[in-house]
């Protein structure tokens, strides 16, 4: 147990809602409710669990609603209530299902070099309902969060502690609804227990203060990053119209395989305008495991050629989180390319 408390923030999501008259919308009270439930808990499991405070929204939203601007909300949120004069040992979010892994990702850029948990979770179904798999995840997301040694944004779901960069949503429906598809697990809950493997997490890298990276966001606009899967027989021109326009200052492209496009010129000399006008464009593969080895085929060359950035085997989520996070930050585009290649929090 901890002396010091954890803190849960309650941003919405499907764990907290409750029946409206259109369908399941956002609740309230969550701290009356989690306390409620973990009152169900076996004494023994009760006794052991680490005290918390609750930090609830006031508008607390279906995760499908949220833009990066509550992503930087939440770790601003964090950020304050990092050190003096509020501290607290771990960080609990209750987030939605949908856009969980976008939000973690997100937070493991702007809480670079955080030493102490973030865990992110959320559930299939609301706590109230019969069957929940709702209270199992604040539980063991509590239990991940109360250890010092875990010093990183990480996702809890159905008991497996995943690496918040690396998580996504992997099932519609299933209580084990979260993959980390190119990542070992970090940890995971063994009889009650949680338990983290050694040598996976962050902390063996994390070397002096936390280095918090908190861009403004807002001030990129609507859609500043755009995320485009190529399709056979996909048209220059629509794809120009995306990557040439002037709010856009970069692009994922979701390629082929190991990193193949289409070998079409006019294709190539979009890529290459858009580069040569500052925008960051990277690629990672449409397949959902395995990295980009762009160069192997020469379907692949034109990429190289253009500027484009190998994604290695970032998530999608991964990959614009961070497109995003680099180009709210005043840096050389030189220095955005750098780093975007470059391991930030663990992502590639
Ligand atoms: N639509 C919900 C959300 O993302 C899904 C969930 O939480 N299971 O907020």
Known sequence: MTSTPLLVIYTGGTLGMV?????????????????NALSQLPPDRQASLPDFEVLEYTQPIDSSAATPADWQRLAR?????????????GFVVLHGTDTLAWTAASLAYQLQGIDRPVIVTGAQLPLEAEGSD????????????????????????????????????????????????????LGEMVDCAPVLYPSRGLEVQQRGLPRFELPDYAALGTSPIVRIALWPGMSPRLLANWLLDENVHGALLEVWGSGNIPDDRELAGVFAQAVG????????????????????YAAGQALIEAGVMAGDAMTPEAAMT????LSAQPLSSEEKRKRFLTSLAGER
């Open 19 to 35: 029946p409206g008259e259109r369908g399941l919308i956002p609740g309230k009270n969550i701290e009356q409710r989690l306390r």
């Open 77 to 89: 949120d964090i950020a304050e209530r990092y050190s003096d004069p509020v501290t607290y040992a």
């Open 134 to 185: 709702a209270l199992n995840n604040v539980e063991t997301a509590l239990r991940f969060a109360a250890l010092p040694s875990l010093q990183e944004v990480a996702v809890c779901f159905a008991g497996k502690l995943m690496r918040g960069v690396c998580t996504r949503k992997w099932d519609t429906h299933r209580f084990d609804g979260f993959a980390s598809p190119n990542y070992p697990l």
């Open 277 to 296: 006008e500052g925008k960051l464009l990277a690629a990672i593969s449409q397949c959902p495991q395995g990295p980009v080895s762009i160069g192997t």
């Open 322 to 325: 961070k497109l995003i996070h």
